[in-house]
Structures are given as structure tokens and as C-alpha cells.
């Protein structure tokens, strides 16, 4: 599977963006979806995560009600909505992608990244 990101850019602290993820490839049903981030001088991590479905969706606690993961298995796109936005959220956005169906934890698919820049 092919990924790639879109939808990065530049926002006030407080504000919204929305990053999309678009996969080419057969089957986008059987995979796991996640968004992973990195920042200058730090490890990459774990942002969220979507099984098969949506019916099972996971979050980082740095982000939790703040972000929303979804997906369109229709359209083979996954989708970060991220609200209330801060400056620590400032990094190389991610979409990644594994076949377990139930969970992401270690994807061997990535896209190419899009960066968020929140000032404040």
C-alpha cells in the first residue's frame, strides 16, 4: 500500500487543522490506520490509531480530545482532525499503515509526512 499525507500547514495556537491520508493499493480494508509525528530532535511517536472498521480507535494521551482519527474505507482515506491545537504539536505528520486489521503498533507502510507548524 502507497500513502500519502496532506492537508499540513501553518495555525495560530488554538486553532484547527485537518490532515488526510489517501492510499492507493487493493484491500485498504485489511489495514490498520495510524498518524505518527516527529519532532525536530525527537524521537518519532505515536499520535493515534484506527482498526479496519473504526470501530476501535486509540490516542496518545497528549492528544486525547483533542484529535479525532477517522476513516473512509470507501474512498481509502484516513483522516486526523486536530482542534485546539498547541505549539507542542509542531512536527512531521505521519500516516502509516499495518495489516493487522485490529491495531497499529508497528506499521511497515509509511507516507512521505506533512508538517504542522502551530505559533503561538
Known amino acids: 500500500v502507497q500513502l500519502q499525507a496532506s492537508g499540513g500547514g501553518l495555525v495560530q495556537a488554538g486553532g484547527s487543522l485537518r490532515l488526510s491520508c489517501a492510499a492507493s493499493?487493493?484491500?485498504?480494508?485489511?489495514?490498520?490506520m495510524g498518524w505518527f509525528r516527529q519532532a525536530p530532535g525527537k524521537e518519532r511517536e505515536f499520535v493515534a490509531g484506527?482498526?479496519?472498521?473504526?470501530?476501535?480507535?486509540r490516542y496518545a494521551d497528549s492528544v486525547k480530545g483533542r484529535f479525532t482519527i477517522s476513516r473512509d474505507n470507501a474512498k481509502n482515506t484516513v483522516h486526523l482532525q486536530m482542534n485546539r491545537l498547541k505549539p507542542e504539536d509542531t512536527a512531521l505528520y505521519y500516516c502509516a499503515a499495518e495489516s493487522n486489521p485490529l491495531k497499529i503498533e508497528f506499521p511497515p507502510y509509511w507516507g512521505q509526512g506533512t508538517q504542522v507548524t502551530v505559533s503561538s
Open positions: 493499493g487493493r484491500h485498504f480494508s485489511d489495514y490498520s
Open positions: 484506527i482498526s479496519w472498521n473504526g470501530g476501535n480507535t
